[in-house]
């Protein structure tokens, strides 16, 4: 496949498993099955109850139904990631070779336990290209998106590894932090400039000290990261993130994630690391949330996110 990873073709698509393909017969139903038959228990129950979207003002029962969210899961939609600029430069976004493809290939009848652990094992890890020393800030290319209780194999977010909305005070609050400032587009609603930069300052009034360690040992520390709004951007580096899949990873309750460094002049493909999930229903279970999971951080994922990109674009500040 192509483009970005074999991301943007496919990904509306893919994102969605009740969607996807009927399982092939004879064989043990596929996890995305599986959870397609949830749905339709839960969308059937919810039918006779007349609850969520079948909510119907005519029922004498009407007024005390509509608070009742246990149906609310048949209204939600998948996240649509290509919806914004930020998103379409993440999936556009070429891995240079042989990265652009995955090695792990699923064969007809392929366990989904089996494929995970080939996936794991030929694909997740860490590749970095090019380090840089003495960078001032970075540039966080998309925002966050927090979970909800019925994202899991349905996608309603991507998968990821940026759990944090505030990425600026694992970069930039000392001593974890190390840059002098990130940089990130605007929240909806946030600022009528484009973006905000998060900077070393003055102690921000009425903040709580920060628990962290300087030479190995405890300290608490002022929180010192200020923001402004910005319509120009300082930083030469971003990072940013995007989901991969296929429908046979999804079909087997696979999902993957890729974290990219990148020169933000020339899209130039610094690092970048790779990571799987694989979710799978409990058994009677009568809700999509209620799953069993597992992830695989290849072993040479020995750093959180952070120092990650710190180690890829070493910050001015030293390390204390």
Excluded at 41 to 59: T, V
Excluded at 136 to 149: K, L, T
Excluded at 257 to 263: A, L
Aim: charged share 25%; proline share 7%; net charge negative.
């Amino acid at each position: 496949m192509e483009e970005g990873s074999m991301n943007t073709r496919n990904l509306l698509s893919s994102l969605l498993v009740a969607a996807l393909s009927i399982p092939m017969s004879g064989c043990a139903a596929t996890v995305g099955q599986q959870f397609r038959d949830i749905m339709a228990d839960i969308d059937a129950q919810c039918r006779k109850d007349k609850m969520g979207p079948y909510l119907d003002p005519n029922d004498p029962h009407y007024i005390d139904k509509r608070p009742i969210t246990d149906c609310d899961i048949l209204k939600v939609k998948p996240a649509d990631p290509l919806a914004t600029e930020e998103g379409r430069f993440a999936y556009s976004i070429k891995l240079p070779a042989p990265h652009d493809k995955l090695k792990a290939e699923y064969r007809p009848g392929m366990g989904a336990e089996t494929y995970f652990k080939s996936l794991c094992e030929k694909d997740a890890g860490e590749w970095v290209f090019k380090t840089v020393e003495g960078v001032e800030g970075v540039f966080q290319g998309r925002n966050y998106q927090p979970f909800n209780d019925s994202s899991l194999i349905f996608q309603m977010n991507e998968a990821n590894e940026i759990l944090d909305k505030n990425m600026e005070d694992r970069l930039v609050q000392p001593y974890h932090g190390r840059f002098n400032f990130m940089e990130r587009p605007r929240e909806q609603g946030e600022t009528n400039k484009l973006y905000v930069r998060f900077f070393r300052g003055t102690e921000v009034p009425g903040h709580y000290k920060i628990g962290t360690q300087k030479n190995k040992h405890p300290v608490y520390v002022p929180y010192i990261v200020n923001m402004e709004q910005i319509d120009t951007l300082n930083s030469h580096y971003g990072f940013t993130w995007r989901q991969i899949s296929t429908s046979d990873m999804l079909e087997s309750g696979i999902t993957g994630g890729e974290t990219i460094i990148y020169d933000r002049a020339t899209s130039e493909v610094l690092a970048f690391r790779r990571f799987f999930y694989r979710y799978w229903p409990e058994s009677n279970s009568r809700y999509t949330r209620l799953t069993n999971g597992d992830s695989c951080h290849h072993p040479n994922f020995p750093k959180s996110v952070a120092a990650f990109i710190q180690s890829v674009l070493v910050p001015i500040n030293p390390a204390e």
